[in-house]
């Protein structure tokens, strides 16, 4: 439960982090919004390091899994847009793959 927790705190943090430029690029919102979008993206960063792996090219891999999740979650959330059947599939598919990879048995 800790490292899904982590994973939608790493994802929620990268999506903050480029949702704000495109608030100032897409729809005119205020330059400012660029500062909480770096902080944003910093805390992204060093929120992956926490991850607790021997190899960082599997937790981008399986942190993928989670993003997706996350991301549709916020496409339902604060785009006011309900996920379809197809990308609630996606969403479970990939979060098969996450799992597979994250806690697959220590060798």
């Known amino acids: 439960m800790k490292t899904l927790l982590l994973f939608i705190a790493t994802a929620l943090a990268e999506i903050v982090g480029c949702y704000l430029p495109y608030l100032w690029l897409k729809q005119g919102k205020p330059m400012w ?3 909480p979008a770096a902080a944003s993206l910093a805390l992204f960063a060093w929120l992956l390091t926490l991850h607790d792996t021997a190899a960082a090219g599997r ?3 399986a942190y993928g899994g989670v993003y997706i999740g996350v991301a549709l979650a916020w496409l339902w959330a604060v785009d006011q847009i309900r996920p379809t059947a197809w990308d609630i599939a ?7 793959g996450m799992a597979l990879i ?3 048995p220590a060798r």
């Open 33 to 35: 919004l660029l500062l």
């Open 59 to 61: 937790v981008y891999a």
């Open 90 to 96: 996606g969403v479970a598919v990939a979060l098969c």
């Open 102 to 104: 994250m806690f697959q």
